[in-house]
Structure formats: C-alpha cells, structure tokens
C-alpha cells in the first residue's frame, strides 16, 4: 500500500503526520520523503547508516562535426532544450526534462548522452522504518526526475508513506501519482481551507481516495469540518493544539514518543485508512 500525506500550504503539519504515522504502524514500513526541496523528516526520524548516491539526469550533447543542421531536434522538443542557431545547435540543460527524445530522432547520430546532477538520494534505518529520501542540489529547478527516483523505492509488499511537496504543483502530482490512498493534512484557518480546497480538486481529478486530517483543530473556526461534511469527505483524524506536541516538535522528538497515547491514535488513522479502501 502506498499512503501519501500532502497539502494545500506549506507549515500544516504533514511531515507530522507522515512521520508519527510512520512509527506507530508495526511491520514492513518504508518512508519515502519526496519533499526534496526541503526535506525534514530525518529530524524526528534521525535514520542511521545512511548511504548516498547522486541522482542525474541525462541531457544531450551534440558532435558539432556529425550534425547536419537539419532541426530534427529543435522540432521534437518541447521545452527548447536544443536549438538551431544559425550555423550552430545550442543546448540548454537547465531546460532539459531527459526525454532523450532528440537522441532517439538525430538521423546523424550527432546527439550523445550526457548528465547532470539533481541532487542526492539518501537511505537509512529507523527502528523499523527503511528511510529514503531526496536532496535536491542548491540552483537546481527540477525537482519531479529527483521525486521519481525516490519512488523507485515502494516496495509491494510494505506499507509505503510518501511526504509530499507543499502544494498542488508539478512536484505534488509526481509525489502522489499511483497512491492508493492520500491523505490532506489542513488547519481549520481560512488560508489552510482555501489551499485544502485546492488539494482536494487535485485528489479528486486524479481519482484517488483521500480523507482529511485537521491539525490544531481546536483552533480557528469550523468551516473545515462543514466543509468536510457539505462535500462528503471523511476526517480521519483531528490533532488538538497542545503545547507538549509543540514542544516535541520543536525539539526534534515524534509526537508518538512524547505523548504515548497519541500512538493509539495514529494506529486508528492507519485502520480508518484501511477501512475507507473497502
């Protein structure tokens, strides 16, 4: 199974959520931050043995002498990647999405394979947790081939907890894609209701089953849980505002472990998950 935390705005509490779900599931459970622009869960999960390998992205080189200037390549392109300029192709890496379309078309055989680099695939262990995550290299702008190398790792027969980009860009849809359920993670403030409302169009175009789960629910107003209700959605779980969480949190420490009975909590939220897949 494959769960994936998202929402609409950043600083709602996701990567809580993800995380603490993370560590009250027993068994085969696998973490996947796809968050690469910032990640943070290996703050409270603090994953050990960590092995690092670089993530690249192939783009094209061209052989000046073979190429024929016929503009095969500027045609196929769609991100003006490569182009012909006078007497000369220019690429443009930055641009490039590593199709290998130009490649595959060049009738030269002038257009080689090169790289570059996205950034960094890391994993770990945590207790029972196999941890992966991305982090994308300083000035890189392309964060969905990185996202997608870490999804490499689901595994069939694990629970897979992917955390999200904040937002309903690019980034989120490669995040969430091929979820079985999706869980958005809102504040009952009109900014987190506004964004929800944007996550939950985005959840319901790409047809996969999601619930809510309110942070700080005891805060705000309740026009997030009507709604919930005006639209049908199910609340799977409601985290009140408490300063111990805060606390927790803002030392680094899972909620789980801070407050032992929110363990039994977060193990509901996994079978109010299971139950909504019936």
Do not use: Y
């Given at each position: 199974m494959v769960i994936a935390v998202a929402s609409g705005k950043g600083g709602t509490g996701k990567t809580t959520i993800a995380t603490n779900l993370a560590a009250s599931v027993d068994g085969n459970v696998r973490y996947l931050d796809c968050d690469v622009e910032e990640p943070n869960a290996h703050i409270f999960l603090k994953p050990t043995d960590l092995e690092s390998e670089t993530v690249t992205l192939p783009i094209p080189e061209v052989d000046q002498t073979k190429c024929d200037l016929c503009g095969i390549c500027d045609q196929i392109c769609q991100f003006s990647a490569i182009a012909v300029m006078g007497e000369y192709v220019m690429t443009f890496p930055e641009m490039c999405h590593g199709c290998k379309g130009c490649m595959m078309a060049c009738p030269t055989g002038a257009i080689s394979e090169s790289s570059r680099e996205l950034g960094k695939l890391e994993k770990g262990r945590s207790g029972h947790i196999e941890f992966f995550h991305g982090q994308m290299r300083?000035?890189?702008?392309?964060?969905?081939?990185?996202?997608?190398?870490?999804?490499?790792?689901?595994?069939?027969?694990?629970?897979?907890?992917?955390?999200?980009?904040?937002?309903?860009?690019?980034?989120?849809?490669?995040?969430?894609?091929?979820?079985?359920?999706?869980?958005?993670?809102?504040?009952?403030?009109?900014?987190?209701?506004?964004?929800?409302?944007?996550?939950?169009?985005?959840?319901?175009?790409?047809?996969?089953?999601?619930?809510?789960?309110?942070?700080?629910?005891?805060?705000g107003d309740n026009r997030t849980v009507e709604y919930a209700k005006e639209e049908n959605i199910p609340i799977m779980m409601e985290i009140p505002d408490k300063r111990d969480i805060a606390v927790a949190y803002s030392n680094g420490i899972l909620m789980v472990e801070a407050l032992p009975e929110m363990r039994e909590k977060f193990q509901a939220l996994y079978q109010n998950v299971l139950e909504q897949l019936k």
């Open positions: 300083v000035g890189e702008a392309m964060s969905p081939p990185l996202i997608e190398a870490v999804k490499e790792h689901v595994q069939a027969n694990a629970l897979n907890i992917v955390d999200a980009p904040p937002g309903t860009s690019c980034p989120v849809i490669a995040a969430i894609k091929d979820a079985d359920f999706l869980l958005l993670v809102t504040e009952p403030t009109p900014f987190g209701l506004n964004d929800l409302k944007l996550a939950v169009e985005t959840a319901r175009l790409m047809k996969i089953p999601f619930g809510i789960v309110i942070n700080r629910a005891d805060v």
